[in-house]
């Protein structure tokens, strides 16, 4: 199983970025999938996630209205669109697997990149 | 939302001592309760489920237990490896799926 982020950087506030996941090594479309988040030097905060089809997403309240997840099965990849960035934003983000058949706790976990709102 | 505790924030400990965490939840979580460990510049590896069943080629000095709110992670014999901070989550309640803020497991 690997999971591999890609997209973050440096963006002012207000601006917009937008994260992909690849995912391999195992069967992509039988799994929920979520991003999870860490501050510098803080804990992990769970943002989002979204059904194997792709048709139902969960948010965490300071995103909502702002983040978008989605997932293209037959790329076996996994996005965030985030908008409208702030400050509070700033944070490594990591795509993850839920585990099958468990609920919303996570057995995989990309090695994370790095998002920076700052002006 | 669910309010997850950790305690305590800091442990300072020696190689083969036996290390107990401990993580609290607000309201009851039943055993939807994981604990994961995350190493300085790497992801969190998931470590338990269920509050007491051990992930995939986890050692089996680490040990879970509790239900409702209360709830222990056990390491029998510190080894190197294992220095680290430990997280615990909870995902009977949600969404928002709650991780606690951490313990950090130093040297001594």
């Known amino acids: 199983v690997q999971l591999a982020e890609s997209g973050g950087g440096l963006v002012q506030p207000g601006g917009s970025l937008r994260l992909s996941c690849g995912a391999s090594?195992?069967?992509?479309?039988?799994?929920?999938m979520s991003w999870v988040r860490q501050a510098p030097g803080k804990g992990l905060e769970w943002v989002a996630n979204?059904?194997?089809?792709?048709?139902?997403?969960k948010y965490v309240d300071s995103v909502k209205g702002r983040f978008t997840i989605s997932r293209d099965n037959a790329r076996n990849s996994l996005s965030l669109r985030m908008n409208n960035l702030r400050v509070e934003d700033t944070a490594v983000y990591y795509c993850?697997?839920?585990?099958?058949?468990?609920?919303?706790?996570?057995?995989?976990w990309g090695q994370g990149i790095l998002v920076t709102v700052s002006s | 939302e669910i309010l997850m505790t950790q305690s305590p924030a800091t442990l300072s400990v020696s190689r083969g001592e036996r290390v107990t965490l401990s993580c609290w939840a607000s309201?009851?979580?039943?055993?939807?309760l994981a604990w994961y460990q995350q190493k300085p510049g790497q992801a969190p590896r998931l470590l338990i489920y269920?509050?007491?069943t051990r992930a995939t080629e986890i050692p089996a000095r680490f040990s879970g237990s509790g239900s409702g709110t209360e709830f222990t992670l056990t390491i029998s014999s510190l080894q190197s490896e294992d220095f680290a901070v430990y997280f615990c989550?909870?995902?009977?309640?949600?969404?928002?799926?709650?991780f606690g803020q951490g313990t950090k497991v130093e040297i001594k």
């Open positions: 269920g509050a007491s």
């Open positions: 090594g195992f069967t992509f479309r039988s799994y929920w």
């Open positions: 989550q909870q995902y009977n309640n949600g969404p928002p799926w709650t």
């Open positions: 309201q009851s979580v039943s055993s939807n």
């Open positions: 993850a697997r839920e585990f099958l058949g468990v609920g919303a706790t996570f057995d995989y």
């Open positions: 979204i059904n194997r089809e792709g048709t139902e997403e």
